[in-house]
């Protein structure tokens, strides 16, 4: 942990070792360090390197994430290279001339040569994309790759660069293109959309596509994986996993053709087919093969406690897996005799998504994408680790319990901090989860009816977040379905006898708006409806944060703009800019923090940076940057976080 302490004064001046500027006394501003650490693998291949050595490489989730490859031969770790600016990779990918392709952050693409110790950055693959998802090889060290938001697909190549080989979106109006595969025999790409699924042949050369996933199946939200199964002689095949029905489609590729459906496997990765046109597979840790060509044929399990592959290799009878956890596992598939060693994956900071005072006293953290959690203690100055649950959005404390909105699939969970962290003995409690909703980043306690309140986003493709209650008498959970009409709900307060609930225009990934500025809505919790609905900053895409002040009004904010709103007479009273709203490109779901502060101040986080605001006069002064989430302990110092770091701000009295 880092302990480093950076003093400064309040005059006013801009200091660039910390970017603190503020009023009129010292202030301490520390950097608590990285929270939460996990060794969580994502983009995994099998390869040989120049010298003919035989490698797994793989990918750990960090800030930054880390390149990692290991000699099979003695499993050695002998690259173990930073990938900056990236805190993940979800594909990795050989082209012919044996250079690996990782999909960084932020639209990068880096390569490597195996063996070798360097990265290359090779900048943004085509303007405005942010997340490159699936890679695939082509011909003559070509390589392919699918992007976010603009539904892409690219092409490089090291002699004429970068190109859009789609000449433009894949499908108009969608987002993702999630899944690819390079067919050499055809020359064609096969690409997997979402957030509302397509499939798409391809042509690299000439950029003509065509849909071949027939109509029944386009009402299902993605295709989220791809693998070619090849040297079938009436066909190759080409595996696509559908979701939110998990079931995999098997098409020839020279008929044209969805032959079958498979209901159940895992499609991270499969073998190829091995002398009996089997291939094989993981389902819920157990290893499987099946006749890809007999679609009535009996799966034949092979082993248990295997896990998910990340990848898999069969060369000969030898059968190689990579899972998720980091396990290299070898099975002679006539001997059927299996081994396991658990590599090296040395554990990396990773970014925190969520901050709240716990009911215990300490800060608590939970991770971004590799999920997580972890408690800051003031009073002792160390940081405990709690594993286990996936991504928080949003966390809230009644009584000495904490609530967690978990991310995906809208899971919510209760931790009694009394007793002991383990998931094994339910402490946390999975308390349930509510179809088509995925996120709740707005989680409020409402003592007098007993309620938890969750605001949601809804899933991929959707618009229409619901508001749930969970009854911590009854234990009962409970949607009242999308209260305000195709839009989620991203903030929750009390006042005047009112639930008050702000919103996003923005639904799930994938689909844009239906609506134009957000809106602030009153629930009466007794008779279950809606009271009022108005729309305090006309044109904000977002109402982000709300706080009472000490005479019971309002104080939100919507978009970059500072709203006070009198909940008795339903009127917005001042509004002020305090910093320019961003232009909705994708969605917005959570911007500002703000926190009412025992010297009369609020202090807020919001567009990156730290900032305080005079009730009295409106008055902003800009504090220090980067800076978001927010939080308070009980001995009124702030916590904010810059990427996987907590940083504690103690301010003076006055």
């Not at 433009?168 to 595969?181: D, K, Q, T």
């Not at 900071?349 to 994408?369: A, C, E, F, T, V």
């Not at 619901?466 to 911590?472: E, G, K, M, R, S």
Request: aromatic share 10%; net charge neutral.
């Amino acid at each position: 942990m880092m302990n480093k302490i950076i003093r400064e004064f309040f005059f006013g001046c801009f200091l660039l070792t910390s970017g603190l500027s503020v009023g009129a006394q010292e202030p301490i501003l520390r950097n608590l360090g990285p929270q939460i650490k996990a060794s969580v693998i994502q983009g995994s291949t099998f390869l040989t390197d120049r010298s003919g050595r035989t490698m797994v490489y793989t990918v750990v989730r960090g800030n930054p994430a880390h390149l990692l490859g290991y000699t099979l031969a003695d499993r050695k770790l002998v690259t173990d290279l930073p990938l900056p600016g990236s805190d993940g990779a979800w594909d990795l990918a050989v082209a012919s001339d044996g250079w690996l392709y990782i999909p960084g952050a932020k639209g990068v693409l880096y390569r490597h040569l195996p063996g070798s110790q360097k990265v290359e950055d090779l900048g943004v693959v085509l303007p405005g994309q942010t997340t490159l998802w699936s890679l695939a090889a082509g011909l003559n060290g070509e390589i392919f790759g699918a992007t976010y938001p603009g539904c892409r697909v690219f092409r490089y190549h090291p002699d004429n660069g970068f190109s859009d080989v789609g000449k433009g979106p894949l499908v108009e109006s969608e987002n993702y293109v999630r899944s690819l595969a390079y067919h050499k025999a055809s020359g064609k790409l096969f690409a997997g959309v979402g957030s509302h699924a397509d499939l798409i042949e391809l042509d690299p050369i000439t950029g003509n596509k065509r849909s071949i996933l027939s109509a029944d199946l386009k009402d299902m939200e993605f295709i989220y994986g791809l693998e070619l199964l090849e040297g079938l002689p009436d066909g190759d095949r080409l595996l696509a996993l559908v979701t939110v029905g998990s079931f995999t489609l098997v098409y020839n590729i020279r008929t044209g053709k969805i032959e079958y459906k498979i209901k159940q496997m895992d499609m991270k990765s499969v073998s190829g087919l091995d002398a009996g046109q089997r291939f094989y597979y993981t389902l819920k840790s157990g290893l499987f093969s099946r006749n890809i060509k007999n679609p009535d044929d009996t799966p034949v399990k092979h082993a248990d406690g295997v896990g998910t592959a990340n990848a898999i290799l069969l060369e000969g009878k030898q059968l190689r897996i990579l899972n998720s956890e980091g396990i290299l596992i070898e099975m002679d598939t006539e001997k059927f005799k299996l081994s396991k060693t658990k590599l090296e994956i040395p554990g990396q900071p990773i970014s925190i998504q969520s901050i709240m005072k716990g009911p215990d006293g300490r800060i608590w953290s939970g991770g971004y994408l590799a999920g997580g959690h972890a408690a800051y203690d003031p009073a002792k100055d160390i940081t405990t680790s709690y594993p286990g649950l996936h991504q928080t959005e949003g966390m809230t404390v009644n009584g000495k319990d904490i609530y967690f909105g978990i991310y995906p699939k809208g899971m919510y969970y209760k931790y009694d901090t009394s007793k002991p962290w383990s998931l094994q003995k339910s402490n946390p409690l999975f308390l349930g989860q509510i179809p088509d909703q995925s996120r709740s980043f707005a989680i409020f306690n409402e003592p007098l009816s007993n309620k938890i309140f969750f605001g949601m986003v809804p899933e991929y493709g959707k618009l229409g977040g619901h508001l749930v209650a969970y009854d911590t008498e009854t234990s009962e959970l409970k949607t009242y379905g999308a209260v305000s009409k195709d839009q989620s709900i991203v903030s929750l307060t009390y006042a005047n006898g009112l639930l008050w609930g702000g919103t996003s225009v923005s639904g799930g990934l994938g689909i844009m708006p239906s609506t134009t500025a957000a809106k602030l809505f009153s629930w009466d919790v007794q008779k279950q409806k809606i009271v009022d609905e108005l729309i305090p900053v006309p044109g904000a895409n977002a109402i982000t944060a709300m706080i009472l002040s000490p005479e019971g009004n309002i104080w939100g904010m919507a978009g970059g703009t500072l709203f006070v709103f009198d909940p008795s007479s339903k009127k917005v009273l001042e509004t002020r800019e305090i910093y320019p709203a961003r232009p909705l490109t994708t969605h917005v779901w959570r911007d500002a923090f703000l926190i009412w502060h025992p010297t009369g101040k609020i202090y807020g986080t919001g567009n990156g940076q730290l900032f305080r605001i005079d009730p009295a006069t409106l008055q902003v002064e800009q504090l220090t940057k980067p800076a978001t989430l927010l939080t308070m302990d009980d001995k009124k110092r702030l916590y904010f976080h810059r990427s996987a770091e907590l940083w504690q701000l103690t301010l003076p009295d006055r």
